[in-house]
């Protein structure tokens, strides 16, 4: 009888240690359809002709989506496999290894990257909790919520035309915006809402209005919640002295650097609604003593995809890609940053506006949601108020989503 069939008797001492040894089954091959994404850009494997690139988010428009079975990297769309020399071939032989790093993936051979996320296509959801987390529920912004032609001039006379919304802050809060972008400039009157320059800009707006406006309803609403996102152009002293004109605010402003985000991950709404603690700012200015008056650098809290679809007619690019270079939309800290998704075009014109709002839960669901590893937290359009946008809102407030 050869060696094979031989039954071999082992000392005691031996059977003792190979029961005390854990037995460590071999990494498996994750199976089904995936976005492979680089985890240093966030950028997906995209087939171009006969070889591979990496491309920014854009569903599956670019050849983007893979098939992962038997160790092989097959695309979905043109049933070719990559083999090691990162050709596009006939699925025949190459096999790929992979080996799971916590939530990453290191794939030998696959020189683009050394770390991936593989994505499925198909993330999936849970039902929406009674409780959500501010990370886990979606809200609607105002993207310019200040150039509405209604509170006030926000540009020079003839740009005063291309509005961002056409209703003021009071009723923009009424009729459910939870989220306003504001630009501030600054001027021998403090910090003034106006676009570019303020010169020219007939009964400009100042800051401190607005925020009045949203602290007197928030405490005449006490269940609910709002963020403002400040593109910043003043000094922090300025936005101080502005800021100290708010009666009421300091009471509201929520300071997750203050309140254990960084450590247990953001609150639940309930939970923000029981401290008061109901407004979050945010603002694109470097940190300089702004986080002093409770104003948060957004860099360090959100990502955001880049924030122009294209011109103001005309197709759109939907593909979702990080508006910071230094940081991916699939970044994650030791909690969640908040997804600021934008999706309004370079001019605001109401024809598109419309028809792109009516898509914007599409756009959210199988492209920036699979691009970010996560919902949007924010759905940023221009006229909030055509095509529905609200409904994407209520939407994606059904699931939560887990990649």
């Not at 049933?79 to 790093?101: E, H, I, R, Y």
Request: proline share 5%; with cysteine; hydrophobic share 35%.
């Amino acid at each position: 009888m050869g060696d094979a069939g031989r039954v071999r008797y082992l000392p005691a001492v031996a059977l003792l240690i190979i029961a005390l040894v854990p037995v460590v089954p071999a990494q498996a091959a994750p199976v089904g359809d995936y976005y492979l994404q680089s985890v240093k850009t966030g950028d997906n494997l995209s087939q171009v002709g006969s070889g591979v690139e990496l491309h920014h988010p854009k569903g599956n428009e670019d050849n983007q989506q893979w098939k992962l079975r038997d160790g092989r990297l097959e695309n979905a769309t043109t049933g070719s496999c990559l083999n090691k020399s990162l050709q596009m071939v006939a699925c025949a032989s190459d096999t790929w290894t992979f080996n799971q790093v916590g939530d990453q993936w290191e794939i030998p051979g696959l020189t683009l990257d050394t770390r991936w996320y593989l994505t499925p296509v198909s993330g999936g959801t849970a039902s929406f909790p009674a409780d959500p987390r501010l990370d886990e529920a979606t809200f609607l912004v105002a993207h310019n919520a200040f150039a509405n032609g209604v509170d006030g001039g926000f540009a020079p006379p003839f740009l005063n035309l291309a509005k961002n919304q056409t209703r003021g802050i009071v009723q923009q809060l009424g009729d459910g915006v939870r989220g306003f972008m504001l630009d501030i400039h600054q001027t021998p009157d403090g910090a003034i809402l106006c676009h570019n320059s303020c010169t020219w800009v007939s009964k400009p707006v100042a800051l401190w209005v607005d925020l009045q406006r949203i602290v007197d309803f928030l405490r005449a609403n006490p269940s609910e919640i709002v963020t403002v996102f400040l593109e910043d152009y003043v000094s922090s002293s300025v936005l101080g002295a502005e800021l100290a004109r708010v009666n009421g605010l300091s009471s509201l402003l929520f300071r997750p650097d203050q309140s254990g985000v960084r450590e247990n991950g953001w609150p639940t709404l309930s939970q923000l609604r029981a401290s008061g603690k109901r407004l979050l700012i945010f603002t694109d200015h470097a940190r300089d003593g702004r986080d002093s008056y409770g104003v948060m650098y957004g860099h360090d809290w959100t990502v955001e995809n880049y924030w122009s679809m294209g011109g103001g007619l005309g197709t759109s690019d939907w593909s979702c890609y990080t508006r910071w270079s230094d940081r991916p939309l699939t970044a994650t800290d030791r909690f969640q940053p908040l997804f600021v998704m934008n999706h309004f075009r370079d001019t605001p014109f109401t024809s598109t506006a419309t028809t792109d709002n009516s898509k914007l839960a599409d756009r959210a669901q199988r492209f920036c949601q699979p691009a970010a590893r996560k919902k949007p937290t924010y759905l940023a359009v221009d006229h909030y108020n055509l095509g529905n946008a609200a409904s994407a809102v209520t939407q994606l407030n059904t699931y939560t989503y887990r990649p």
